[in-house]
């Protein structure tokens, strides 16, 4: 009597190569997607950062309390609010009322806390700054029928950059910026 033979169910070998083959080319789509993946993660985390920094600048604008004849500084960051009569003036052609703009750069760490003071450059400013904030506040008498008696209207630029040593200057506008977030809002401020 001859020993019988068993079969066993088993894979071949160029099934096993293209089981191996599929599963390579999976591999190297996932890992090529990883970097992709890490950079919108970063982005994601840069966004974020931002819109913490132009919210708190943006409470501290609408906190402001009541304007003077000389304007008005915000009690978190010192951001100068320009009254509509002060020095330095440009008296727009179309309407012959007045524009009064002021500029404020301020710098912020990489989460968010500012350091040193309004328009110190950023190499002087104390810190590694991550972020530039560039706020434009421009009172115009044009913008809105609010603009006259004990009220005056402002709009508010916030334009934040990074990395904010591309741009260490405080005085010269940000041009090399590798991300930047804005907003513009109002600001309706009574008069003392």
């Known amino acids: ?57 943006s409470a501290d604008l609408h906190g402001t309390p009541i304007l003077s004849s000389t304007g008005a500084t915000t009690s978190q960051f010192s951001i100068k609010i320009p009254s509509v009569s002060e020095s330095g003036d440009a008296t727009n052609s179309n309407s012959g009322t007045l524009n009064s703009t002021y500029q404020t750069t301020l710098f912020f760490t990489q989460d968010g806390a500012p350091i040193g003071t309004p328009n110190t450059n950023a190499t002087t400013a104390g810190g590694v700054p991550r972020y530039r904030a560039t706020i434009t506040i421009t009172a115009d008498q044009t913008l809105a029928p609010l603009a006259t008696g004990p009220f005056t209207l402002y709009k508010a630029w916030i334009f934040i950059t990074w990395p904010a040593l591309a741009d260490p200057m405080a005085n010269k506008f940000p041009t090399n910026f590798s991300g930047s977030y804005e907003i513009v809002t109002a600001l309706n401020l009574r008069h003392s």
């Open 1 to 57: 009597m001859s020993p019988q033979r068993t079969s066993r169910a088993a894979f071949s070998l160029i099934e096993v190569t293209l089981a191996l083959g599929i599963a390579a080319f999976c591999l190297l789509t996932v890992f090529g997607l990883l970097p992709i993946g890490l950079s919108s993660t970063q982005n994601a985390a840069e966004q974020t950062a931002v819109s913490g920094i132009v919210t708190a600048i």
